[in-house]
């Protein structure tokens, strides 16, 4: 009677673990022009505007230095925000990134207050739109801030909201100026 040979499956095994040592890894992924889009805003800006009377809101100034940075990896932006307005100061980390499987913009705060904040955005051209909607009790808020970049170190926006499907009533409008550039994402 001859014995099965266990010789070939070995050499079977070790010929296809050598042959995928040799391989090279697969290549990392690389932000795509839509991430690369999230460009514009980075480096600290100091961003100084107008808020409007609504509800238990009163009319001011507002000021707010914002610092952002690509996250390692080159996929999100990373931005630290403190903003100053007659409502007291607000301290916010928040990240921007691209969705692709939506195909719009992301963006997702998380502040001193513990308020996280969520909104979605496009971008036509030069203008940005995010939209977010909310729930404060039983009322329904649709926040939408339109970004105007004026130049490569400028920008103008407005917020404006809508409760409970309602006509948008502006709420703030400033201007953005870039103080500072970022430092270059370091290669891995």
């Not at 266990?6 to 890894?25: E, G, S």
């Not at 703030?172 to 100026?177: D, P, S, V, W």
Request: proline share 6%; hydrophobic share 35%.
């Amino acid at each position: 009677m001859k014995k099965p040979s266990i010789l070939l499956p070995i050499c079977t095994l070790v010929l296809a673990v050598a042959t995928f040592a040799q391989q090279a890894p697969p290549a990392a992924p690389k932000p795509g022009p839509e991430i690369q889009r999230l460009g514009f805003g980075l480096g600290t800006w100091k961003i100084e505007g107008e808020t409007k009377p609504f509800g238990p809101v009163p009319a001011g100034k507002t000021t707010t230095v914002q610092t952002c940075e690509w996250l390692a990896g080159g996929f999100f932006l990373e931005c630290h925000s403190e903003n100053t307005s007659n409502m007291g100061t607000k301290k916010a980390v928040f990240y921007e990134g691209y969705d692709a499987n939506e195909k719009v913009y992301t963006y997702h705060e998380f502040n001193d207050l513990g308020q996280p904040f969520e909104s979605k955005g496009t971008v036509s051209g030069d203008t940005w739109i995010w939209n977010t909607v909310t729930k404060m009790g039983d009322t329904t808020l649709t926040l939408r801030l339109t970004v105007k970049e004026v130049s490569k170190t400028e920008f103008t926006y407005k917020i404006e909201m809508s409760q409970n499907g309602g006509e948008f009533a502006l709420m703030q409008e400033a201007t953005g100026r870039k103080v500072s550039d970022a430092v270059p994402l370091k290669k891995s």
